[in-house]
């Protein structure tokens, strides 16, 4: 994964998300949280859990699995996304020293009720937990499945690396009350369809990852195609046109299309260049 900021003139927002994903009873499902009102950036709106990167973000290099061919900017990323799922929402993908298997619910029931207030609160760092507790972070069980930037039109320019994991089968993921206030197991195709009924809010980028997970049945169809897919990054281009307000992404990308038309403050999204 390369890190590429195209927007030179502001200063940008490095960001991680990660989509949790399970197999449920009709089909994948994905863990989404409800942005807290108050929360300047997608207030009230159906999000991934994610967040900023931080500086310390990287210092958890000797504590991950995966990370010996990373530059400090995608270590940064990936270690953000463990750090954000498990400050968000209660999931720690991480194992013991020498195991390949994720911790289980008991032992993150102590490392939540231990760590996870500090470190929401930035008083300790990802690092400082796993070496405490003498933990590996699990960055090898993550995949990257898109890279978005924001649109230059608008006042702050972040740029978000999301990933996709299978979610550990006994960790009981459930918003924070904090940055989000609800959270909930959705079908992809549901919340978009939520999305475009009125009854939630989500913002295009997530819209358009809701439609590309839909295209996938179960969480190993899903995992396989994103490791044998290159990463296109996405910043949607404002253009003219008869209708109304349209976005312009990559064909590339593997979304459902080129080129949207975005009505009601994003609430109705109609694909006007259907990808091939």
């Given at each position: 994964?390369r890190?590429?900021?195209?927007?030179?003139?502001?200063?940008?927002?490095?960001?991680s998300?990660?989509?949790?994903i399970?197999?449920?009873?009709?089909?994948?499902?994905?863990?989404?949280?409800?942005?807290?009102?108050?929360?300047?950036?997608?207030?009230g709106?159906?999000?991934?859990p994610g967040?900023?990167?931080?500086?310390?973000?990287?210092?958890?290099?000797?504590?991950s699995?995966?990370?010996?061919?990373m530059?400090?900017?995608?270590?940064?990323?990936?270690?953000?996304?463990?750090?954000?799922?498990?400050?968000e929402?209660?999931?720690?993908?991480?194992?013991?020293?020498?195991?390949?298997a994720?911790?289980?619910?008991?032992q993150?029931a102590?490392?939540?009720?231990?760590w996870?207030?500090?470190?929401?609160a930035g008083?300790?760092?990802?690092?400082d937990?796993?070496?405490?507790?003498g933990?590996?972070?699990?960055?090898?069980?993550?995949?990257?499945f898109?890279?978005?930037?924001?649109?230059?039109?608008?006042?702050?320019?972040?740029?978000?690396?999301?990933?996709?994991?299978?979610?550990?089968?006994?960790?009981?993921?459930?918003?924070?009350?904090?940055?989000?206030?609800d959270?909930?197991?959705?079908?992809?195709?549901?919340?978009?369809?939520?999305?475009?009924?009125g009854k939630?809010t989500?913002?295009?980028?997530?819209?358009?990852?809701?439609?590309?997970?839909?295209?996938h049945?179960?969480?190993?169809?899903?995992m396989?195609?994103?490791?044998?897919?290159?990463?296109?990054?996405?910043?949607?281009?404002?253009?003219?046109?008869?209708?109304?307000?349209?976005l312009r992404?990559?064909?590339?990308?593997?979304?459902?299309?080129?080129?949207?038309?975005?009505?009601d403050?994003?609430?109705?999204?109609t694909?006007l260049?259907?990808?091939?």
């Amino acid at each position: 994964m390369r890190v590429n900021v195209r927007d030179t003139e502001k200063p940008t927002i490095a960001a991680s998300t990660v989509l949790l994903i399970r197999d449920g009873a009709e089909g994948l499902e994905v863990f989404m949280v409800v942005r807290h009102h108050k929360i300047d950036s997608f207030s009230g709106a159906l999000v991934f859990p994610g967040g900023k990167v931080d500086p310390e973000d990287i210092d958890a290099r000797q504590y991950s699995r995966g990370a010996e061919d990373m530059d400090e900017g995608n270590l940064a990323h990936h270690v953000a996304a463990v750090r954000e799922a498990f400050e968000e929402c209660g999931v720690l993908l991480a194992t013991n020293k020498d195991s390949d298997a994720l911790i289980g619910a008991d032992q993150l029931a102590g490392i939540e009720a231990r760590w996870r207030a500090d470190l929401a609160a930035g008083r300790i760092t990802m690092a400082d937990v796993c070496r405490t507790e003498g933990l590996i972070l699990a960055l090898d069980k993550m995949v990257h499945f898109a890279h978005w930037i924001t649109p230059r039109i608008v006042p702050k320019v972040f740029d978000t690396q999301f990933f996709v994991a299978r979610a550990p089968v006994d960790h009981v993921a459930l918003h924070d009350g904090s940055e989000s206030t609800d959270s909930e197991w959705l079908r992809p195709e549901g919340a978009v369809a939520d999305a475009e009924s009125g009854k939630r809010t989500v913002v295009f980028p997530t819209r358009m990852n809701l439609l590309k997970l839909a295209q996938h049945k179960t969480v190993d169809e899903a995992m396989a195609t994103a490791r044998a897919t290159s990463v296109v990054t996405v910043q949607p281009e404002p253009v003219d046109h008869p209708k109304g307000r349209t976005l312009r992404i990559p064909v590339e990308a593997g979304y459902p299309g080129s080129l949207f038309l975005v009505e009601d403050g994003g609430a109705k999204v109609t694909v006007l260049e259907a990808a091939d």
